[in-house]
């Protein structure tokens, strides 16, 4: 199952089942997949499996408990690690951005946590990333993961991003990132020609790996931490990481 069918899904469900039943249904799912051949580091559990996901339905992507993906496990990993080497601090005031639910539950556990979403039913508060109306350096850290490749005037995005954050701070502002030079084209509105070109209906643009370069622009300094430099290649199968190789890390 994709990621849009998998959120329709869940989306469907919330509305029809009462709470106490989906709680049923997902611990009967953790039991049943219960096991130690994949492990994921965002929950601290083991599975015989993860679940399929993706847009070309990933096997061992989606992790039956908190949801991590590939993507979201490799960044818990990283941050562990800038953590445990003083790269980065940890605590503070968090922003994130369309909070994904399993880091969301992660960092409000640990962090003064505030998230928001252009759709406020996704969060704590609704409002435009490239228009935020919190004062200058209002955070220590912001998590903005696979979100400007939805947004036209992503410069304006990123800047807001570097306005709000504190000096000293760091941010998580992932993308998905093909080939070498970022593919853009404003004028494609088409839902079908988009995932064409750029792999989502709703996406405008495909980052290459000049994207770096448009965070160092807006006055980012850059750290690309390699999976290789993290774990070990059997680790990196325990957590089922094979679509992921780095993690960009922003800091002010
Ligand atoms: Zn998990």
Redesign the pocket.
């Known amino acids: 199952m994709n990621e849009v069918a998998f959120d329709s899904l869940k989306g469907f469900l919330s509305k029809i089942l009462p709470q106490s039943l989906r709680t049923a249904i997902k611990k009967a799912r953790i039991f049943l997949l219960r096991g130690s051949h994949f492990y994921?580091p965002?929950?601290e559990?083991s599975f015989c499996k993860f679940l399929e996901s993706g847009v070309n339905s990933r096997r061992n992507s989606r992790?039956p408990?908190?949801g991590?993906l590939e993507r979201h496990r490799l960044l818990w990993v990283a941050l562990r690690y800038l953590q445990d080497k003083g790269v980065i601090k940890w605590g503070g005031r968090l922003l994130h951005i369309a909070p994904e639910s399993?880091l969301a539950e992660r960092f409000g556990q640990e962090y003064d946590y505030l998230s928001i979403d252009l759709d406020g039913k996704k969060a704590m508060m609704a409002m435009d990333i490239t228009t935020m109306t919190f004062k200058d350096e209002s955070f220590d850290v912001i998590v903005c993961n696979h979100v400007l490749e939805h947004i036209p005037d992503d410069e304006k995005a990123m800047k807001e991003l570097y306005r709000v954050l504190k000096h000293g701070g760091w941010a998580s502002i992932q993308v998905p990132i093909k080939g070498k030079v970022t593919q853009e084209d404003l004028s494609v509105t088409d839902p079908k020609e988009r995932r064409r070109l750029y792999g989502q209906e709703d996406h405008v643009r495909y980052y290459g790996l000049d994207y770096v370069n448009q965070l160092k622009d807006v006055g980012f300094d850059t750290l690309l931490i390699q999976k290789s430099d993290l774990l070990e290649i059997d680790d990196q199968a325990r957590m089922s990481l094979s679509v992921e190789n780095e993690v960009i890390l922003c800091r002010k």
Do not use: I, K
Request: glycine share 0%; hydrophobic share 10%.
């Open positions: 994921c965002v929950c559990r992790c408990c908190c991590s399993c």
